[in-house]
């Protein structure tokens, strides 16, 4: 098809072009003395990402459900109690894991459309009077549904239930897109992928963990630890501590990786949140008052900065608008998972983007819309949205962020 494929689910994202030249390398030993000023500033500079001073950060060759399972498998024993809100398909799966390594889930059914809720957390953990819960896991950003949960808020609920269980959070749709404060929040493991915020292809699954987090690991090895080996974090430490890795390592990605993190810095972590923020708003605002379309997250404070689920009027069926946007107008949308397959399509806004591309992915939906009998008004979502990016201040947007 001729011009440009216009790629808008939430991840797989948009490769910037100085990413793809930097990860056209020719291959090298990873065993050379020069390999270590390549990875080691990475380990660092991934620390800064979640903003902590304290943490360990470790990169597999994986997936995001790579990482999910390292920070399970390293830290709890066969038989260990953790408690986990399901509220959408990846909160859905990274429980399906949790059981199928031998952990007790104790699970919080959430409406598909709400994030986790801290006062549920509170109160399942206050009940645990003898601390048998050893972790809570929260998905930061529920990309099936576009729902973002408050981890701060989650912090504080288990704060306020004086309960030590450990925090993980899933970051995979959220890092280096949507604020994450690890030393703030006293998170104890992040996971993310590397094909979402960092405008990488997937390959790279990465975890940044607390000192608490590895005391517990420790610990762990001294009960009935679950089994691992190629994401043990123990092999990683000895052989990250002078920059390799205990076995063959991505070189491109690696290097994309470097490059990556680069225009990241030359734009500001802060600004990139507020980037991200400023243009899903022009985006919302295009579906609500241009189309007069709901989104699936119930409630303005749930809203994602890095993927909006726009729910289809009924009778109509959400994949149909999916495969018309790609087959004629050469888009990508996000389909509808599990619960609400069919009940919406996604627009994917994460990454490296802008103004124009984003109503890019609104006129081309539009059009999908329209050629399977939904009746929007033509233009409509890209008038307002348009509008909004040229009146409002970016900086309002960067004062929110913060």
């Not at 470790?58 to 997936?63: A, D, E, G, M, T």
Request: aromatic share 6%.
């Amino acid at each position: 098809m001729a011009g440009r494929h216009f790629l808008h689910v939430p991840g797989p994202t948009n490769v910037p072009d100085r990413v793809l030249r930097a990860m056209h390398v020719p291959m090298e030993d990873h065993r050379s003395p020069v390999f270590p000023a390549l990875t080691l500033p990475l380990f660092q500079r991934l620390k800064s990402l979640v903003r902590t001073e304290t943490g360990e950060a470790f990169i597999f060759p994986s997936s995001g459900t790579g990482a999910w399972e390292a920070v399970l498998t390293n830290t709890l024993c066969a038989g260990d109690r953790v408690l986990s809100p399901r509220f959408g398909q990846f909160s859905h799966l990274w429980i399906d894991l949790a059981q199928r390594h031998g952990l007790d889930v104790v699970i919080q059914e959430e409406e598909w459309g709400i994030g986790a809720s801290p006062q549920n957390i509170h109160d399942a953990l206050a009940a645990d009077r003898d601390h048998s819960i050893k972790a809570v896991m929260v998905v930061q950003n529920e990309t099936a549904t576009g729902v973002t949960s408050d981890i701060g808020a989650v912090r504080a609920a288990m704060d306020a239930a004086k309960h030590p269980a450990l925090l993980f959070v899933d970051g995979v749709s959220s890092i280096a897109s949507i604020d994450m404060r690890m030393d703030e929040w006293r998170v104890d493991g992040i996971v993310t992928g590397s094909q979402k915020g960092l405008m990488l292809p997937a390959g790279l699954g990465i975890a940044v963990m607390s000192r608490k987090a590895m005391e517990a690991m420790e610990a762990a090895r001294t009960r009935d630890p679950l089994k691992r080996c190629y994401f043990d974090f123990l092999d990683m430490q000895k052989a990250n501590a002078t920059g390799y890795f205990p076995y063959t390592p991505s070189l491109p990605l690696l290097y994309g990786l470097r490059e990556a993190l680069d225009i990241i810095d030359e734009e500001g972590l802060d600004q990139v949140i507020a980037r991200h923020r400023f243009l899903a708003e022009g985006v919302r605002r295009g579906v609500k008052q241009g189309w007069g379309l709901k989104l699936c997250a119930r409630e303005p404070k749930w809203e994602s900065d890095t993927v909006s689920a726009i729910l289809v009027p009924e009778g109509v069926d959400g994949a149909a608008v999916i495969r018309r946007a790609f087959e004629r107008y050469n888009l990508a949308l996000g389909a509808g998972l599990s619960k609400v397959a069919g009940k919406l399509f996604r627009i994917g806004h994460l990454g490296d983007l802008n103004e124009l591309m984003c109503l890019a992915a609104l006129s081309g939906a539009e059009m999908a819309m329209r050629d399977v009998g939904i009746a929007v008004e033509p233009g409509s979502a890209v008038a307002v949205a348009s509008e909004y990016y040229r009146s409002a201040d970016k900086a309002s947007s960067l004062k929110a962020a913060a």
